[in-house]
Each structure stands twice: as structure tokens, then as C-alpha cells.
């Protein structure tokens, strides 16, 4: 099994301009040299046509290979560009206030007066009773198009505040009949639910007909749109607090989404259009979970419940799906690689996931090996746009050779997952490779460079609001100058060296910090028992300071 490339200027330099040019010059300054000294002969004339194919097919190489590199560099430019262009847009819940999800609305009341009302009962079989601002226009703006394209029934209008088929509706009319007419209660500041709703048309006839798909698409699709965006936010400075924020008040929500849609017979009628947008909310899902405080397992649910729909309707995204419940693992033994890119991705992440089940189960050196091959294979398996996921899958590696004793190996992943981060602005993995890199270091004997590399990545997960990263980075720190006190004087900020008390308080309020941040954390109880022994005190002290923040001026990792 190949290792991962690190950084490697061999090619680059070879195929320069300058190399190549003067490659093929000195090539056909040989052919002439040998055409002069041993004439005219048929093996010389084969020779010399051998060196001149070569130096042509070295500059065809050239010019492949800098039109390569070229295109490359405009695909990763607007991949960046369009990722710039959704976080430009972001606008989540103000950073103040508990981020808890939002109580359930009143559920909505039956009102046969409101007569034979088309858009009321659209909304009654919806997945959803309770929208934003935003969201009820997108909805609303398709359902007033489908509206226009409907053939009049030349029957008079019955109940109050009815809809006339055939017109053009805009939302804002829709919206202002709508409340007019009792259908949504506007019971907070730009949220609106559902209210009232009528007994006809019946379900099967509203599921069956051109409103209702406009409106759940328009509904799925919005959504998709939000929640695409605020993943690739969550692992980015300054958008990483209102990410997290915007995901704990409305993951349950995308959750039920999903649900619903795929479930029943809302299922069966979902189109594959449709169905895509589900796929991507299962797609922000899974990015949040991968940076989230949860475990995974949520990834797993999800696929499951997407699944569900069958191949007929996701199509193209059925074999990922599938791959991420964990229904196709049987064929990954044999090296299988789909033909599919994002399927590919997919895979790749299953590899990862078996790769680190492995390396926690791992107490032999042939365990570990078998770990190591996996996440080796998940990286091969990676696409090369997928920059985020390589720096995860390159990062576990690096841990996997710490195990090992491979700290120069460790290095070499880091090094290359320093690299990825930077080139795909990934904050959150820029932090991950810096935590990893600590570990390296201290496990070479270098603590001062270890304690710079945990404060890097604590400054990062600061910005990120990232209370798992915090609260690992606290712990890295408070049980290193626990053990090392001597070094205080990097992680506190004083005009003079601060005592060995005032180290071992700091360091033992960390360490307390970073259990209530991450009770999850290996150790760390362990370590705030430890303080406390050397204290000689048996409740921790308040927290009141921080490490010293460092932040990057350069691009260097170490």
C-alpha cells in the first residue's frame, strides 16, 4: 500500500519551463553530437530520432502537465469563490441567548368554514407547520406559479378569503390572504404556523396534484440551501459560532424533515428532484456531525431513513446513501472503487470510519497496522476536491503512527494535512492538525513547541465556538504544565515569570474547565484528581484565565 504523498517539488521542478527547455536543448544538442561523431549509419539515425521524439514528447509532458495544473487551480478558485459567495449570504441566530431547539408550535385546527381552500390544504400536508420568514416566501412564490397554470373550475369561490385558480399569485399577496384569512398566525417576529386548515381537497388529492410538489421542492430546496451553507460554515472563522448555534436550534428540525419525507406516503410521491434535496440536507447533516459535539452515529440514522426511498428515485445518490447506511459494506473487500465520484467520496468515508474503529480497539502492533492500511486506503479513495475530509482521514493517520512509534511518519501527515487546510481555508482542520502536532512534539521531548502548537489550535477552537476542541486543548495544556510547570511562563501572560502556585492553579482550573466543556475526554479526570493531590485542595478554582492565545503569522506548521 502506497503511503500519502507529502510535499514534493520533484515534478513541479522537472516540468518547469526553464528545466524543460533546457532538457530538450541538451537533448538534440546530443543528437547532433552523435549524428557528427559517428555519421550517417542506420543506428545512429535510429538514435538520434530517439532523442529527438524524447525531447518532444518532454515538452507535449510540459505543456499537459501545466494545463493541468492551470485548470486545477481555476476549479479550486471558483470552488473557493462559490464557497466565499454562501458565507457572504449567512445571516444565523444572534450569538447571545441559550441555543436550544425551538419549543414545538400550537398544532394547527380544523375549519370546515374555510370551504374548498387549495393553498390552505397544501400547507395542511406539508412536512412542516411553522416557517420563517424566508422559507413561507420561497414556499409560497412556487405555489403562486403552479396557481397560474391551473385551469379554472368556473365554479364560484366558496368560504371566506379564497384562492382563485388561474391567477397569478405573488407571496406577499398569498402571504397577506393567508393571514387575513386565519390560515397562518404570524405568532412571533418574521415566524409563521399554521393555524387553521380545511377539510378538503382530501390528502391523496392535494399529495397527487402540481401544488403540493412545487411547494414541498420549494420547501426541501430552501432548506438545503441553508443548511448547505452553514455546514461549510461551521468549520470556518468568523461564521463557526452562528454555525453551531443555527445547527443546535435546527437540527431536530432537519431531522423530522427528513422523516417525514421519506416515510409514508409523502415518500411515494417525492420525485427524484426532490429527493436530491433531501440527499443534501443529509449531506449538511452528516458535515456537522463529522465537526459536532454528537458521536456519529446520527450519520448512520440518517442514511437509513434516505435509503429508504429506493434507487428508482435518488438515482445517481443511491449508492452513496446505501454506502453510508452500511448496506454495501460486503463489497468492500475486494478493493471495489464505483464509478461514481460522490459514491467514491462515500466510501471513502466508510473506510475512515472502520479505519478508526480499528485503531481504538487496537492493542497489538498487527492491530494497529490493520488500522493503519484502512485509513491508507481511505485516503486513496478520497476525490481530490474532498480537501476537508483529507485533512480528517491525513490527521487520524498521523495519530495512528503516533501508536506506532512512527513520529517522523506523523509528521509527514501533518505536514500534508497543513497543507490541505490551507488550500481549502478549512479553520476547524487547521486547528485538528496543530492539536496532533502537539502530541508529536511532546512525544519528541519538545514541550515548549508542543505547548505553542495546543495554543494554536485552543486560539482556533476559540473562533470556532468548538467546545470539544476547547475543552481538549485545555486539557492538553493544563496536564502538561501540571507535569511541567516550568514552562508556565508561555501559557500565562505576565510581565514577569508567574510562580509555580499560580501555574498549578491555572493548570488545575483547565483541567476542571475541560471536563465541564468535554466530559467525554480521556484522562482528564485523572489529571484534575492529580492537581488537586498537588494542591492539596479538593474543589478545583474558579476559571478565570486563559491560555495565552497565539495566532499564525505564517503559513509554517510547527
Known sequence: ?????????????????????ASALLLELGRNLVMNSFGDSAEVQLLASGLRWLAVLIVVLALLYTGYRMTAERRDRRRLLRRRTLLADLDGPPLTGPSTPRPLPDPPE?????????????????????????????????????LALLPETGDP????????????????????????????????????????????????????????QAALFALLCHTADRATSWAIGSG???????????????????????????????????????????????????????????????????????VELGPTVLGGHHRATALRAGEALGQEGRRWRPWSRRATGVGARVEHAAGLALLRAATTPE?????????????????????????????????????????DAAQDRLELAALRALDDEDADGWARVHEIAGAVAWARGEPRGALRCWQRALTTYRDLADDNGIGRCLQHLGAAVLVAPEHGDLVLEED???????????????????????????????????A???????EPPEFARWPLEVRDTDEQLL
Open 236 to 306: 470556518t472563522v468568523p461564521f463557526g459560532p452562528r454555525a453551531r448555534r443555527w445547527f443546535a436550534v435546527e437540527e431536530r428540525r432537519l431531522r423530522a424533515l427528513i422523516h417525514q419525507c421519506c416515510g409514508g406516503d409523502i415518500a411515494a410521491a417525492v420525485p427524484p428532484a426532490t429527493a436530491a434535496q433531501l440527499v443534501r440536507i443529509g449531506d449538511a447533516l452528516d458535515i456537522w456531525y463529522s465537526v459536532g459535539p454528537g458521536d456519529g452515529a446520527e450519520t448512520h440514522t440518517v442514511a437509513l431513513e434516505l
Open 157 to 212: 369561490p366558496t368560504g371566506d378569503q379564497q384562492i382563485v385558480l388561474g391567477e397569478r399569485w405573488t407571496a406577499t399577496g398569498l402571504l397577506a390572504r393567508l393571514v387575513s384569512a386565519g390560515v397562518l398566525d404570524c405568532h412571533e417576529p418574521q415566524r409563521y404556523r399554521l393555524a387553521r386548515f380545511p377539510d378538503s381537497p382530501d390528502r391523496a388529492t392535494v399529495i397527487g396534484g402540481p401544488v403540493w
Open 496 to 530: 514577569a515569570a508567574p510562580g509555580i502556585g499560580e501555574v498549578l492553579r491555572c493548570a488545575h482550573s483547565w483541567l476542571a474547565e475541560a471536563g465541564r466543556r468535554n466530559p467525554d475526554a480521556a484522562h482528564v479526570g485523572f489529571y484534575a484528581d492529580r
Open 367 to 407: 492491530q494497529l497496522a490493520d488500522a493503519v492500511d484502512r485509513l491508507r486506503t481511505a485516503w486513496w479513495r478520497l476525490p481530490r476536491e474532498d480537501l476537508a475530509n483529507q485533512v480528517r482521514v491525513l490527521t487520524d493517520l498521523a495519530v495512528a503512527h503516533i501508536h506506532q512509534g512512527r513520529l
Open 532 to 538: 488537586a493531590l498537588i494542591r492539596e485542595v479538593a
Open 1 to 21: 500500500m502506497r503511503e500519502p504523498l507529502p510535499r514534493a517539488p520533484v515534478v513541479p521542478g522537472v516540468l518547469s519551463g526553464l528545466s524543460v527547455l
Open 110 to 146: 380544523r375549519d370546515p368554514d374555510l370551504g374548498d381552500h387549495p393553498v390552505a390544504a397544501v400547507l395542511r400536508e406539508l412536512p412542516v407547520t411553522e416557517y420563517d420568514a424566508a422559507t413561507v416566501r420561497a414556499v409560497l412564490t412556487a405555489v403562486g406559479m403552479e
